[in-house]
RNA sequence: GCAGAGAUGGCGGAGUGGUCGAACGCGCACGACUCGAAAUCGUGUUACGGGCAACUGUACGGGGGUUCGAAUCCCUCUCUCUGCGCCA
């Protein structure tokens, strides 16, 4: 959500953004909040004219009264009582208009930054740098679930029958190494001087509502019968959640989070979960990376966490690269956003195991997170989110990756004092 | 889960129908004193919105109601504390 300031005062600006975006259709949002906000405006002012009008007749009541004026005070109750249906009138319209700026103010994107490339759809995102070279395997590498299932690591079809579609078991050492890389990718992100959280696995409608689309909302949540609880997606939500509507003190900046949790989300719509093996699940484990800054500081921090992802991956002998999201692949709360990709020597091609957002204010405005800056004045922080690891898609990486033509998947170096100093993970027979 | 008490500014805490956006204290900012600091004294200090401005509106956990008028009364939800019960 930007500020409504910016549309009074540079709707050409929001325009072009929304041109930037390939969104054309919503360009009559913008003079449609203008003109609601102008009426908004009017009419507020008649209500405060009426209400200050109250105000002041309730005092004089009150003298009245103490004075034993009856007569004169029931003349002024009969016409304050008068003005309180005009006043009623007022707060039902206002309300009514100030639903539908906030409707269109929640469809309008966020400012994107200026090196956001231009392009429609996601054919047109931009790759960045590459990191480790990734080497011809002298041999076929096999479908991740194949790898899973040789090292007897995996059970879907039990899964399916407890739960359904989109679950997994996960065994013995792969079971291991998922932990084992989860724990890893925390220490890592604890000695970056990042603070270690577990939040909430569900939150209330009002923080959903608050950090997502109803239409998101919709696709992605699961809903708790009975209660008024849902599932998180991510555990941005419930770590974003924690600020909201707090004013913080300028010296808690910027707040440098890494948080665990399960995800829960229903994939509905595009995509669904039509792909065999653990790409795209119901329910995965995931550490993320949240931070929260002041607003000059947030290009700064971008650049950093999205490296210390690559960094993390290259620590486990991964390549990988950066895809930069062009404006019109980007989501309307976003400034700016990257994707970091695992290289596939199955597909010979590289996927996403992680993104990265700089939200600027917009998140930060729809929640109400401020701080109060040394002017005195209370400013909306800025808000970045990343992926750390997402152990049951980047596993797909990890095994392609470090599989050997004997059929065992090598354990890097760093993830061996989590896997009780094993190096390697052998099929069974 | 049951019963009772409670939720007020950055924090503590008064206020139980009108003059309360809110005493007092802490904290914070500025100033005085000082070579400098501490202590002390003085001044300022809730947030959000409308208006060029004077000024004005709204908000006392959330929502709804009673009233000319609500921090104050009623309903409801959430949370906290105390006691009892239950339980990893």
């Known amino acids: 959500m930007i500020d409504i300031n910016l549309i009074r005062e540079n709707p050409q600006l929001v325009k072009d953004n929304i041109k930037k975006k390939f969104q054309d259709y919503k360009l009559p949002l913008v003079d449609e909040v203008i003109e609601l906000d102008k009426k908004k405006r009017e009419i507020q002012s008649e209500g405060d004219r009426l209400r200050a009008q109250r105000n002041t007749l309730a005092k004089q009541i009150g003298v009245l009264m ?71 395997k002298p041999f076929e ?38 932990s084992a890389v989860l724990s890893y990718a925390r220490d890592f992100m604890i000695d970056k001087g990042f603070t270690y959280c577990i939040p909430p696995y569900m939150i209330r409608s009002d923080v959903v509502s608050g950090v997502m689309s109803f239409e998101e909302m919709d696709g992605m949540m699961y809903k708790i019968e009975g209660e ?45 979960i039509e792909e065999r093996g653990i790409y795209r699940i119901h329910q995965f484990e995931k550490q993320e990376m949240i931070v929260l800054c002041k607003p000059e500081e947030s290009d700064y921090w971008y650049e950093k966490l999205w ?39 199955r597909q010979k091609k590289y996927f996403e195991v992680g993104s990265c957002s700089n939200l600027t204010d917009a998140q930060a405005r729809r929640l109400g997170i401020r701080y ?20 049951p898609r980047m596993l797909i990486a990890f095994l392609e990756n470090h599989l050997q033509p004997d059929g065992s998947v090598n354990i890097p170096p760093v993830l061996r004092p989590y896997m009780g100093g094993k190096d390697k993970i052998v099929p069974k027979k």
């Open 372 to 391: 109060k800056a040394s002017s005195g004045k209370n400013e909306f922080v800025h808000t970045l989110n990343n992926t750390v690891v997402a152990p």
């Open 228 to 272: 008024d609880l849902y599932l998180i997606g991510t555990s941005e939500h419930s770590m974003i959640g924690r600020f909201m509507g707090n004013i913080l003190p300028e010296t808690s900046l910027p707040q440098t989070l890494t948080s665990y949790s399960p995800c829960f989300r229903k994939e509905k719509g595009a995509h669904g």
């Open 66 to 136: 103490r004075e034993g004026k009856k007569d004169e005070a029931e003349e002024a109750k009969l016409t304050s009582k008068n003005n309180n249906d005009r006043i009623a009138q007022i707060e039902v319209e206002t309300a009514e208009l100030e639903e539908k700026i906030k409707k269109n103010m929640m469809a309008i994107p966020n400012i994107i930054a200026d090196d956001v490339p231009l392009g429609k759809d996601d054919s047109c995102n931009v790759e960045g740098k590459k990191y480790l070279e990734h080497a011809e």
């Open 307 to 345: 490296n210390y992802t690559v960094e993390l991956f290259v620590s486990m002998q991964i390549p990988v690269r950066q895809l930069i999201c062009c404006s019109g692949d980007l989501a309307d709360l976003k400034y700016k956003s990257c994707d970091i990709e695992a290289w596939s020597p």
């Open 141 to 178: 590498v096999p479908y991740h679930l194949d790898i899973l299932e040789s090292l007897g690591g995996i059970d879907l079809d039990s899964a399916r029958r407890t739960s359904g579609n989109g679950f997994y078991y996960l065994t013995g050492d792969i079971a291991r190494l998922h």
